[in-house]
């Protein structure tokens, strides 16, 4: 489930108005019921600077009248495209009655396209992207949208929400948006509002009613987030924020807003991580949108500041935890798959989340060591004032940066944007001479793919201590030399995995997949009782790509091979002695009931184990646990995940004894 939901986490500014004149005034007046999708739409739209004018209309729409200047007028049209050409003069104001239903949720399609609409009694979703207003593309707009529901229902749209009135009649509500590049998106439902006032912000959860107690804490969150974005890169865009719960297995980002699925908004990842990332998407992608010509920046600079910022805050460790995640997916992308940042514009398969969300994010990262973060965090802010309410390319990016660090970064953007792969490193001969004062050690680091320039860390451990140092790779081959008052011990190349690379096939880390997918695995069950072994077997059935192949605990007849164990805590130990396994170290200390983790065997064959108190325990990870399959250990309570993660890399390609 965690995976799906993820993966349908995307920006919903993709549409943008081109041009900034001339321009559109929009009077919108809408009346919807949600439980049957009626809906009839009256705008009336001053313009000037425009001959003829030019829009779609969703199919579900029809036309029931159309006036110039107050007069019955023609449309001409041709399927969801219209025309009309304008009288000489100006400014004109056009007058539309639109009717029609939109369509009902399909239920059975539980991942709809973002840019569908649906309706229904528990909610209707109305994007900008369905054409339901009679917008033309080469106009720069204002809206008002005045919508009303019947009682029992509430409906919000972007914008800022002017007035409202609720009474016998039914909900009422102003918003207005001046001079957006992103056009009106309108919800509605049987919503519990719960709002509360900050100094020009008010922030507010539409939630269905199962929902009611989880207010509190969204608001709570949603505070937090938007003063903490507002204190770092600049005041906060928006009068409003709402999040709003859809009927839809979805979670979008607007303006102003986010709409999420009503069984995610329970979730705890979603109260914080992916709210984060919602709440940063008001300054990146909506306060500022994305120029699409060079590329989509806002979703990778988005993830860095939100889910890697949130990392960071929890640990050195767990920040170089999601690099080296980043890193194992890229290393698992296949190279024609693989795709220059400049050319991802959005989401549309975990390839390009690969390449748009990840390495961008580490991109920044990179960014942030090769200037300094003064320099890195006042760039932001700089962009952020220089841009906001309009459309910017990494061109732009690039060049507030270039200010702030007083450099010329023309090559760092270059390398990274537009290359696609990664350098790949690797450590040639090395040589340790004593002298009289202490020893020189000398290495050879080679750049298999050339033409990448970067700092690359490394750690020299010696009897008495580390040196770190910084070396300036350029070409195919640099020497490197160091002079120590005590013996060398190791050395190591980017011990904190802070270079985007592409990792060797020694040192990716090994995770669920590796067996999983492996169709010689051979799963051991390492507990008696019948109910015991038939939920281990519908476990293993579950887990591994292939029909499973079932075998005795016996580590010699097994050279190899990919094991899958599935025992229980009491029976692990004797097991893992005669597999000649350990626990592995770094699995996190916390109460739990099952573990579930990875390790390499000493001939390189990966081994797959399941630990759980009981059967009772097995029957709980039949549905959660096929998700983690890009994890190298979780721990569950009752199948509830409470920890996991992905092994340091090992240290084989860059790491020597000396
Ligand atoms: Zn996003």
Do not use: C
């Not at 949720?105 to 339901?132: C, F, H, M, T």
């Not at 999040?243 to 986010?258: D, W």
């Not at 989340?353 to 960014?367: C, D, E, S, T």
């Amino acid at each position: 489930m965690l995976r799906i939901f993820t993966a349908l986490f995307f920006t919903g500014a993709s549409l943008v108005v081109q041009g900034s004149s001339p321009h559109a005034q929009h009077s919108l007046e809408v009346s919807l019921t949600p439980e049957t999708g009626e809906i009839l739409i009256e705008d009336q739209v001053l313009l000037s600077g425009r001959d003829q004018y030019r829009f779609q209309l969703a199919p579900w729409l029809r036309v029931e009248g159309f006036q110039i200047d107050g007069r019955d007028s023609d449309l001409q049209r041709q399927a969801q495209d219209y025309f009309v050409q304008l009288p000489d003069g100006n400014p004109h104001k056009l007058g539309f009655i639109l009717r029609g239903v939109v369509p009902q949720r399909d239920i059975k399609q539980e991942y709809p396209q973002q840019a569908l609409s649906s309706s229904g009694s528990d909610g209707v979703y109305l994007p900008g992207s369905a054409n339901w207003i009679p917008l033309d593309w080469h106009l720069r707009a204002s809206y008002r949208v005045t919508v009303t529901v019947p009682p029992g229902q509430l409906a919000v749209a972007t914008g800022k929400l002017v007035s409202e009135q609720n009474s016998e009649q039914g909900y009422r509500a102003i918003f207005e948006t001046v001079q957006s590049s992103e056009i009106p998106a309108l919800f509605a439902g049987p919503y519990q509002m719960r709002e509360r006032l900050r100094p020009g912000l008010r922030l507010r959860t539409y939630f269905h009613d199962e929902l009611d107690a989880l207010s509190e804490p969204y608001l709570d969150m949603a505070e937090i987030y938007i003063q903490r974005y507002a204190a770092s890169i600049g005041t906060y865009p928006y009068a409003d924020f709402h999040v709003i719960s859809a009927p839809l297995a979805v979670g979008l980002g607007f303006p102003n807003l986010t709409y999420v699925g009503r069984q995610v908004i329970p979730l705890p990842f979603m109260r914080t991580r992916s709210l984060a990332h919602e709440v940063l998407h008001n300054w990146w992608g909506n306060g500022i949108s994305v120029d699409y010509a060079s590329g989509n920046w806002a979703e990778g600079l988005t993830t860095y500041l939100a889910d890697y910022a949130l990392a960071a805050e929890a640990g050195k460790e767990t920040a170089e935890a999601m690099r080296v995640k980043w890193l194992r997916d890229y290393a698992a992308l296949p190279a024609e798959r693989d795709q220059a940042i400049t050319a991802f514009k959005s989401k549309q398969h975990q390839a390009s989340q690969v390449v748009g969300y990840n390495k961008v994010a580490f991109v920044f990262h990179m960014l942030a060591n090769e200037i300094g973060r003064p320099a890195f965090d006042q760039g932001l802010r700089q962009f952020w004032a220089r841009h906001q309410r309009t459309r910017a390319s990494w061109r732009d990016l690039q060049l507030a940066f270039e200010q702030t660090s007083g450099r010329d970064l023309d090559w760092f953007f270059v390398q990274w944007l537009q290359r696609s792969g990664a350098p790949r490193v690797s450590l040639g001969a090395h040589s340790v001479e004593q002298l009289e004062a202490g020893f020189v050690t000398r290495i050879e680091i080679l750049q298999n793919v050339t033409g990448y320039r970067f700092q690359l860390p490394l750690l020299l451990a010696t009897e008495n201590g580390n040196q770190r140092h910084a070396i300036t790779i350029l070409d195919s081959l640099t020497r490197a030399e160091f002079v120590t008052a005590d013996k060398p011990h190791f050395i190591q190349l980017d011990p904190e995995s802070d270079i985007f690379r592409r990792l060797q096939k020694n040192e990716t880390p090994p995770i669920l997949r590796d067996v999983t997918l492996d169709p010689n695995t051979v799963t051991m069950i390492g507990s008696p009782g019948d109910d015991f072994i038939r939920s281990a077997g519908e476990l293993a059935s579950r887990l591994l790509d292939s029909k499973p192949r079932f075998g005795d605990l016996d580590a010699e007849q097994w050279t190899g091979q990919s094991l899958l164990l599935i025992t229980t805590h009491q029976r692990l130990n004797k097991q893992l002695e005669r597999l000649r396994l350990q626990r592995p170290p770094g699995l996190p200390d916390i109460a739990h009931s099952s573990a579930v983790w990875i390790t390499t065997r000493a001939d390189g064959a990966t081994v797959l184990v399941v630990s759980v108190v009981d059967s009772d325990d097995l029957k709980s990870l039949l549905r959660p646990l096929p998700h983690y399959g890009g994890q190298s250990y979780i721990l569950f309570e009752a199948g509830h995940a409470l920890a996991r993660g992905v092994w340091p890399l090992t240290r084989a390609a860059l790491y020597r004894d000396l």
